[in-house]
C-alpha cells in the first residue's frame, strides 16, 4: 500500500498549505519597500501572537539561536545565572551558559519530572543575574510552570531576569508575558506556527534591554540591539529568511482566521486544539495498555509515552515509518529506546489523531506483542472527543 | 478543532506532492524543444501506464471531451450504436450519441447492478457500429466486465468497436486492452494518476483509426487524427495543458517507482492499493450497520453506501465535512440522499482509510443515530488490513 509521509514530531511539525504557497511566491528583496511592508506587518502579527507589550524581534536562526542571543546580550562573563533543567533543552541552556562564562547554578529534575518551587527558590541567590528555563521541555514533554517560577525567583531577587524557552511552548501553552514578568521569551518558527524551521522570535522587556547594555559578551549577529534598531525601519539587520517570513505571516492569518481575525484568540484556539489532540492521543494509549511518560505535568506539546520494560522505543518509531510512513519521535538523550513522542503542536485535527492511533494500534500488535484489541485505542480516543465540547 | 481539507471523492482525487511541484516549475512553452522532450517522454509512459501497443493521445480536457471524441470521430449521423448504460455515465454515452445524430440502442440495467451478458448479445444487431459502455461507473462504484462484454458482443458482430470509458477504471481495475480488443479506453488526469482535472487520454486501435476517415461527423478541436500527426512530432494540435503535462509526468514517475521503474507493475500496485483501501472500507462500514450499495460488482475505485430507509445521505456528507474537513460524494442523479460515495482511487493509504472510519463513527452515531459502539468500523477495517499479505 501507499504510504504518505506524515509528521507527528515535536518540530519540525505538518506544514500550512497557505504557508507553503507564501513561501514559494515569496521572490522579494529583503532591502525594498515591499518586504519593509511585509516584515512590519508579521513583526506586529508576531507582537499580537505572543501576547505582549514588550518589543518582539525575528532571528533568521533555529531557535538555539535565539537561545544563545539571551545568553550573550543579557550576561557577562563571571555572571552567575540559574538554570532549570528537567532535559535535553535544560542542559542546553547550561552549555550556552558555561559557553559564554556564566557561573552556573543548577537545579536539575529527572526527565519526565517539573521542579520543585522551594528547592527553586532555595537556589536563587542574591547575585543570581538570570533564571534560564523551558516553558514546555520538548525531550520529555513535560509542561514547566512559568508562571509560579517567575513569581517564585522574583520573591527572592525581584531584579533577577526570567527568560524562558517557549519554542514548543508557545501556541501549545498558555504565556501572559507581562503579567508574569517573563523578559524574554522564545519561539521557533518549526513548531506550533506551521512553517518549517530557519526563523526564532523572541520578546524583549524593558528590564532585559537595560541589561544589554551592560553585556560584555561579544556578540555580532546576535546582537538584539542592532536587531531592534533596524526592525523600527521594517527591515532586519543581516539578511533575512525572507520565505521563511512570507509563510510566517499566512500562518498567522490562518490562525487569526480561526478567531475571526483575533490573533490573541487564534492562540487560545491552537492551544485548545493541541491539548484535544493529546488528551486524545493519550486516552488512545493508555487504552493500548502504554503509560504516560510524564503524567504529571504533561505539555499538550506532545505526548511522551514509556514502553513496558524490556521493550525498545525505537522498534515503535522504526516501524511506524517503515508500515505506515509516519514519523514520530523517539526519546532524546537518556530517554532513547525507552519512550517515543507524539506531537499535537501546530497544524493536526481530529483525522491525523485517530489515524496515528490506527497505526499505533497495528505496531502495538505485531511489534511490541502487546494484547491489543483492534480500534480501542480509536474508540479511547473518540470518547474524549465526543465528550468534549 | 482544525478541521484539514481532505478529498474522498472519486475524481478530483488527492493530489501527488510530487506532481504538484511539477505543475509549479512548468513554466515552458509549447512549442520548444523542451516541450517536446516532456510531451514525448509523458505519451510513452502513459502508453505504458495504459498497457497497450495502439497509440495513446493526450487531450486537453475532461473525460468527456475524450468521449465526444470518441462518438465524434468514430461515427456518422445515422448510425446504429449501442450503449451499455448502469449509471450517470452510461446516460452521458446516450446523450453524446445522441447528439452525434447516432441510432441509439439501450441496454440499461439499474443504478447498482451490470449486465447480463445475453441481453447485450442481444441488443447487437449486424449494423451495431460500436458499443460504448464504462469500464467502472463511477455514480453507482459498479465494476462493469469489460472482458466478457467485449467478447460477447465481439461473438455477434465481429467489427464492433468498442469503446470504454475507463476515467474511473484506469488505475482501479485491471484492463488488457490488446487482448480483449478494446478500441478505445479513456482516462482523465483527476483519477487515479493523482492530479487536477484537465487531461483526458485515450488509446486508439487500429481498427479505430480505419473507422475514423469514413466519419462524416464535424469535428475540430477533438479531431484525433491531427492529435495523432501531432503527436508523433512530440507537440499537440492546441495550445496543451503544460502544467498538467508536467504534472503526469510526475505521478506516473511515481507509480512506476513504486515497483522499481516499472509502470506496468505500478499500475499494478495501484490497482491494489485501491482494492485495498475499498476492502478496508467496506469491512468498516458494514461492521458499522450500513449496507454496501453495489454489492455484486463493486468497483475498487469508490465504495458505494446506502444509508438506511428514511435517513439521508446527503446529511452524512455535509456533516463529515462540517465536522472534520473531509469530502465524500453524495448520489448522482437518482441516488442523491440515498446513497454516499467514499474514493480509493489514487493517492489513499491506510492512515487515510482509517482516518475517515473514525469520522463516520461518530456521523453514523450522531447525525444517523445509527447504535454504533467507537472503534468497530475501524477495528473491522484494521483486521482486513491484518489478513491481508
Not at 83 to 106: I, M, Q, T, Y
Not at 233 to 239: C, I, L, P, Q
Not at 302 to 314: C, F, M, N, R, W
Not at 345 to 367: H, P, Q, R
Request: charged share 20%; glycine share 8%; net charge neutral.
Amino acid at each position: 500500500m501507499f504510504r504518505k509521509t506524515r509528521l507527528y514530531t515535536p518540530g519540525p511539525t505538518p506544514l500550512l498549505p497557505a504557508a507553503q504557497f507564501a513561501m514559494a511566491a515569496a521572490d522579494i528583496h529583503h532591502r525594498t519597500a515591499e518586504f519593509r511592508a511585509l516584515y512590519t506587518r508579521v513583526l506586529a502579527q508576531l507582537k499580537e501572537f505572543v501576547g505582549t507589550e514588550n518589543d518582539v524581534l525575528m532571528l533568521s536562526c533555529s531557535g538555539t539561536g535565539a537561545m544563545e542571543a539571551s545568553v550573550s546580550n543579557l550576561t557577562s562573563p563571571g555572571d552567575r545565572v540559574l538554570v532549570l533543567s528537567g532535559g535535553k533543552f535544560g542542559e542546553r541552556w547550561v552549555a550556552l551558559a558555561k559557553a559564554f562564562g556564566c557561573v552556573v547554578d543548577l537545579v536539575s529534575v529527572p526527565y519526565g519530572e517539573t521542579f520543585d518551587l522551594e528547592v527553586v527558590k532555595a537556589a536563587v541567590k542574591p547575585d543570581t543575574k538570570a533564571v534560564y528555563l523551558q516553558g514546555t521541555e520538548t525531550s520529555t514533554a513535560v509542561r514547566h510552570d512559568v508562571q509560579e517560577i517567575a513569581a517564585a525567583v522574583r520573591a527572592v531577587q525581584p531584579e533577577i531576569l526570567v527568560v524562558v524557552d517557549a519554542i514548543t511552548g508557545l501556541g501549545t501553552t498558555h504565556f501572559d508575558v507581562d503579567a508574569w514578568g517573563v523578559d524574554v521569551l522564545i519561539g521557533g518558527s518549526q513548531k506550533a506556527v506551521m512553517i518549517p524551521p530557519g526563523l526564532a522570535y523572541l520578546s524583549v522587556s524593558d528590564r532585559a534591554w537595560a541589561a544589554m547594555d551592560a553585556s560584555k559578551n561579544p556578540r555580532y549577529y546576535f546582537d538584539l540591539r542592532k536587531e531592534r534598531k533596524n526592525a523600527k525601519n521594517g527591515e532586519s539587520a543581516y539578511t533575512p529568511a525572507v520565505a521563511l517570513i512570507a509563510g510566517l505571516g499566512a500562518a498567522l492569518d490562518y490562525i487569526a482566521g480561526q478567531a475571526g481575525g483575533n490573533l490573541a484568540e487564534g492562540r487560545k484556539l491552537l492551544v485548545d486544539n493541541a491539548e484535544r489532540c493529546a488528551a486524545m492521543t493519550r486516552a488512545g494509549l493508555v487504552a493500548l495498555g502504554f503509560t504516560l511518560f510524564a503524567p504529571t505535568a504533561p505539555a499538550a506539546a506532545a505526548t511522551a509515552v514509556a514502553v513496558p520494560e524490556g521493550l525498545d522505543s525505537s522498534a515503535v518509531v522504526k516501524e511506524v515509518k517503515a508500515r505506515f510512513g509516519a514519523v514520530i519521535a523517539n526519546g532524546q538523550g537518556e530517554m532513547k529506546g525507552k519512550i517515543f513522542r507524539i506531537a499535537h503542536l501546530g497544524f493536526f485535527d481530529y483525522m491525523d489523531t485517530i489515524a496515528l492511533l490506527g497505526a499505533l494500534e497495528l505496531v502495538a500488535k505485531d511489534t511490541l506483542k502487546l494484547p491489543v484489541k483492534f480500534g480501542q485505542g480509536v474508540a479511547a480516543a473518540q470518547e474524549v472527543f465526543a465528550n468534549s465540547k
